[in-house]
């Protein structure tokens, strides 16, 4: 059993939007709203380059 989440919400620090990302991710995540880098891949595991509101768990 894998206890790592699997979404995280995060929120932008340029433009406060929120948004829920999978926290592995293959390609760069960015903020829907103004485009900054959000997450980069790092092997799977989103590597977060914001703040992280929380974690979704199912
Ligand atoms: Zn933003």
Redesign the pocket.
């Known amino acids: 059993m894998k206890k790592e989440s699997k979404f995280i919400k995060v929120k ?6 929120e948004q829920v990302i999978f926290s592995k991710v293959s390609n760069n995540v960015e ?6 880098t959000l997450a980069v891949p790092t092997g799977g595991i989103a590597d977060i380059k914001t703040k992280v509101v929380k974690r979704v768990d199912e």
Request: negative net charge; charged residues 35%; hydrophobic residues 10%.
């Open positions: 932008c620090e340029d433009c406060e939007n903020c829907n709203i103004c485009g900054r």
